[in-house]
């Protein structure tokens, strides 16, 4: 495969509702679009799920701009690409972190690959499933009451699974009248990094609840203290932001920091990666499932095909387009039915990008060929 041009367009599409984690609240997305063009002509499609800001990891939109622009771009052009988990095994592997850069071209690759072999990119990754199932993350809101809206109206819609949002103080609470309303609905926290372990007394309230897990409640970087706390609770821990890769997995369940892994596909630099620690969690009887981060319908598809991998046994929160934005980017836009979402069997990602609507959302956008980079680590 050789690649001839690489498009950057950046976006921002407005969010229906302010989207509130214990790290701040968001009420928009700008994400970076990535095409790759084949000497051929078919393009390829991914979005980098990095944010404006170094809040939820240290990558931020500029950041991946700079990255894509100045590393991997030149890379991707120089080199002819027989596979896409050259990518990551080969071409990128010199370039340390920075893995929601990496993981938005390689996506866009993985989409052309697919498109080329007139395969589904789930077919291609090794996916078995056809309809995968689906849950809600809630963010942070001014009621315990809104909250309980919310989950009436989702469990109306389907959803299989209700992630709430907590941080110190909007947790104890809101977990036990959630729980007093609907007491067998599958429900998890994910504190987003909010506690220390010298909360333990608060995470240990956690522990009556029945809760599905309880998402990242650590800090960021860690896996030595989680380790410490799950062996102080029967609740699961699942990791989120401390796990980068196959060797944080590896050293994870080694160390006994948590029963569940939540994978995003930005957070460990692609799909290759995701395979890889799919494939180790499955070995030792770790369920996961697949991360949101407010993807567009672009980053959602590339959702729903890792998630079609047999050991994605939980649902995950690629929810419905129409949950976040007035209208997407894609055609069709990404629809739920019952808590379920059908797998595409089209080429590629196999949902359209609508040139209108992101031309309609792109605020600047940028066009690499190899003639004008200099290819300086390629
Ligand atoms: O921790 O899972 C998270 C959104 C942004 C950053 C981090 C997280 C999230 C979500 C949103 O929970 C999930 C979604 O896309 O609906
Ligand atoms: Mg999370």
């Not at 506690?195 to 030595?224: C, G, H, V, W």
Request: aromatic share 8%; with cysteine; charged share 25%.
């Amino acid at each position: 495969m050789k690649i001839k041009q690489v498009i950057l367009r950046h976006l921002k599409l407005d969010l229906l509702e302010p989207f509130t984690t214990s790290f701040g609240t968001e009420y928009d997305r700008d994400f970076i679009l990535v095409e790759a063009i084949s000497d051929d002509g078919i393009s390829g499609w991914a979005e980098s799920v990095a944010m404006l800001d170094p809040l939820y990891n240290e990558e931020t939109l500029k950041t991946n701009w700079h990255i894509l622009e100045d590393y991997l771009i030149p890379i991707i052009l120089k080199n002819e690409i027989k596979h896409p988990d050259e990518i990551s095994e080969k071409y990128f592997t010199h370039i340390r972190g920075n893995y929601m850069a990496k993981a938005a071209l390689e996506g866009a690759v993985w989409d052309l690959y697919a498109k080329k072999q007139g395969a589904s990119l789930s077919n291609v990754l090794g996916g078995t499933k056809k309809k995968i199932e689906v849950g809600v993350s809630i963010g942070i809101k001014d009621s315990i009451d809104s909250t309980l809206d919310i989950i009436e109206a989702r469990l109306g819609e389907g959803y299989k699974r209700f992630k709430l949002k907590i941080k110190p103080g909007w947790d104890v609470e809101l977990i036990d009248k959630v729980r007093k309303v609907y007491p067998e609905i599958p429900l998890m926290a994910d504190a987003n990094s909010a506690y220390t372990l010298k909360d333990i007394d608060r995470l240990s309230a956690l522990d009556d609840f029945n809760l599905m897990m309880i998402e990242q409640p650590l800090a960021y970087n860690d896996i030595i203290d989680h380790a410490d706390l799950q062996s102080r609770l029967k609740t699961p821990i699942c990791l989120d932001e401390s796990i980068h890769s196959l060797e944080d997995a590896r050293k994870a369940i080694k160390l006994g920091s948590c029963k569940i892994i939540n994978i995003k596909i930005g957070r460990v630099g692609g799909l290759t990666e995701s395979k890889k620690i799919h494939d180790l969690c499955l070995e030792h009887g770790i369920p996961l499932w697949c991360g949101g981060m407010l993807e567009s319908g672009i980053g959602r598809a590339h959702n729903i095909a890792i998630t079609s991998l047999p050991n994605f046994t939980l649902p995950g929160d690629t929810a419905a387009s129409s949950l976040y934005w007035a209208e997407d980017i894609t055609d069709p836009e990404v629809t739920v039915e019952n808590g379920m979402i059908s797998v595409p069997e089209l080429p590629g990602i196999g949902y359209e990008p609508s040139m209108e609507k992101i031309n309609k959302y792109t605020i600047h956008s940028q066009t690499y060929h190899l003639s004008e980079n200099v290819a300086r680590n390629a």
